[in-house]
């Protein structure tokens, strides 16, 4: 795992399931949310650091591509990597996994920094920081 690849886990629960038994599609959103909210505690900062700064990522464009379906009681390994980063925009990488190493789905979201005002914003240093801290 390189250094600016960050992991966490999750379980399925039994209500994130639709008809066919398996974990909805949607779901798969909220499971990519944990992750960046937990890549961003493992750099040492906190959705509340937006808040204090002023500036606050929004995802512009999320891309899925579904590989193998989850079902209950699976143990998904979500591996998050900021992919780029650029002056008001960033790119992070997603991977889930199976706890057997089958892959689940792929996927790349982008985002963009926005100031209180609700225009786009220069990237926080902080959060460059942060990232190049743990990608040495």
Do not use: W
Not at 16 to 36: F, I, K, M, P, Q
Not at 79 to 102: I, W
């Amino acid at each position: 795992m390189s250094k600016n690849t960050f992991e966490t886990s999750v379980i399925v629960r039994s209500y994130e399931l639709d008809s066919y038994g398996h974990v909805n599609n949607a779901v798969y959103l909220n499971y990519l949310e944990a992750a960046r909210s937990d890549m961003l505690r493992q750099v040492g900062m906190s959705f509340n650091d937006f808040k204090k700064i002023g500036a606050f990522p929004v995802v512009v464009e999320a891309n899925v591509r579904y590989r193998s379906p989850s079902f209950a009681d699976d143990v998904l390994i979500i591996k998050t990597t900021m992919a780029e980063v650029r002056r008001a925009t960033c790119l992070m990488d997603f991977e889930v996994h199976k706890k057997d190493g089958t892959l689940v789905l792929t996927a790349q979201m982008e985002f963009l920094f926005m100031g209180n005002n609700g225009r786009p914003t220069r990237m926080p240093d902080v959060f460059k920081e942060s990232f190049s801290k743990n990608n040495k």
